[in-house]
Nanobody, 117 residues
Framework: QVQLVESGGGLVQAGGSLRLSCAAS????????MGWYRQAPGKQRELVSV?????STNYGDFVKGRFTISRDKNTVLLQMNSLKPEDTAVYYC?????????????WGQGTQVTVSS
């Protein structure tokens, strides 16, 4: 079993920065993909950014170079710069891992990001 522990959310003014961190609870498994999705009230969950086992990255169209995802062992970091009010959402860590010979998907509990004008 893998648990995803999220941190780094909070309140920031427009133009500010936050760094989200998601740490897997254990080592010894292969991460297929790991990254972040977000969901604002009344909207569907959408991709923010993911990084694959091959270190390729994918970003949501709205990012426009403002966000950078990276991975350090079993932790994924999302550096968010030039934040905008429309970035306000609950951000969920997501991971697809290869564990015990099978591929499983996990979600974090979510961390609130609020960007004020």
């Amino acid at each position: 079993q893998v648990q995803l522990v999220e941190s780094g959310g909070g309140l920031v003014q427009a133009g500010g920065s936050l760094r989200l961190s998601c740490a897997a609870s254990r080592s010894g498994f292969s991460i297929r993909t790991m990254g972040w999705y977000r969901q604002a009230p009344g909207k569907q969950r959408e991709l923010v950014s993911v990084i694959t086992s091959g270190d390729s990255t994918n970003y949501g169209d709205f990012v426009k170079g403002r966000f950078t995802i990276s991975r350090d062992k079993n932790t994924v970091l999302l550096q968010m710069n030039s934040l905008k009010p429309e970035d306000t959402a609950v951000y969920y860590c997501h991971a697809e891992v290869n564990l015990y010979g099978t591929t499983l998907a996990y979600w974090g509990q979510g961390t609130q990001v609020t960007v004020s004008s």
